[in-house]
C-alpha cells in the first residue's frame, strides 16, 4: 500500500484528491494539512511514501517544505502539484529535491498513476522542465566568489548543486547532518546567497566549467 499525505490549503480541492487517492486498490491518504506548519510536524508522525505538496500556501510555499521534508526524512517523496505552470517555481522545485512537478489540471488518472511512480522512485520532472533548468543553470552572469571556501565548503557546495539534501551530504561526506547545516549556513553567508536555490545554480556553473 502507497501511503500519501495532502497539503493545500483548498479544502474541497484536498478533499477531491483525497477521495480519488482513496478508490485506489493500492493507495492510501494517511494525512492532510492545509499549512506547511502543520504539515511538518505530521508527515513526520505518519511518513508517508509520497507528499503531495501545493506549491502556494497560506504560510509559506511548497518548494520549501520540500526542502525540508526531504532534509527530514529522504525517503518522503515530493510530488508538486500547481494551478500555475511556473518557470522559477518548477526549477526551484527540481533544486529542493521533488520528485515530480504537476499542474492541477492533469487528468484524474494522471495523478494517480504519478503518485505510483514517484513511490517507486521515478522522476515525473518532463522534459520541458528539464529544459528550462539546463537553461537556467547557463545563464551567463553567475558570480563565483568561492576563493574562500573551506575545503569541506567546497565538498559541499556540489552536492547542493545535484539536489541533496543535508541527510544525503552527510552520508556522503561521512559527516553529522547538524554539523552539514553548519557548513551550509557557512555558505550561504560566503556566497551572498540567502536560499539553496541560489548555492545551487553557483554550484553548478563551477562543475561546468
Keep these: 500500500m502507497i501511503r500519501v499525505f495532502l497539503v493545500d490549503d483548498h479544502e474541497i480541492v484536498r478533499r477531491g484528491i483525497a477521495d480519488l487517492i482513496n478508490a485506489e486498490n493500492d493507495l492510501e491518504v494517511v494525512g492532510e494539512a ?81 503518485i505510483r511512480r514517484v513511490a517507486a522512485g521515478h522522476s515525473l520532472i518532463g522534459p520541458t522542465v528539464t529544459k528550462r533548468v539546463v537553461a537556467k543553470l547557463s545563464e551567463p552572469n553567475v558570480a563565483s566568489p568561492v576563493m574562500n571556501l573551506t575545503l569541506r565548503e567546497s565538498q559541499v557546495l556540489p552536492l547542493i548543486a545535484e539536489g541533496m539534501t543535508n541527510r544525503q551530504i552527510g552520508e556522503e561526506l561521512k559527516l553529522a547532518e ?25 554550484g553548478a556553473k563551477l562543475d561546468r566549467r
Excluded at 511538518?40 to 504560510?59: F, S
Excluded at 547538524?178 to 553557483?202: C, D, H, M, P, W
Aim: hydrophobic residues 40%; proline residues 2%; aromatic residues 4%.
Design 178 to 202: 547538524k554539523t552539514v547545516k553548519n557548513y551550509v549556513s557557512s555558505l550561504f553567508t560566503k556566497l551572498g546567497v540567502e536560499r539553496r536555490a541560489q548555492a545551487a545554480v553557483i
Design 34 to 114: 492545509a499549512t506547511a506548519r502543520a504539515a511538518r510536524g505530521r508527515i513526520a508522525a505518519t511518513r508517508p511514501d509520497v507528499a503531495v505538496l501545493d506549491v502556494q500556501l497560506p504560510d509559506g510555499n511548497g518548494v520549501d517544505l520540500c526542502r525540508d521534508i526531504r532534509s527530514s526524512d529522504s525517503d518522503v517523496k515530493c510530488l508538486m502539484l500547481t494551478a500555475y505552470d511556473d518557470d522559477a517555481a518548477s526549477y526551484a522545485s527540481v533544486l529542493a529535491g521533488a520528485s515530480g512537478y504537476v499542474l492541477k489540471d492533469i487528468r484524474a488518472q494522471g495523478l494517480v498513476d504519478g
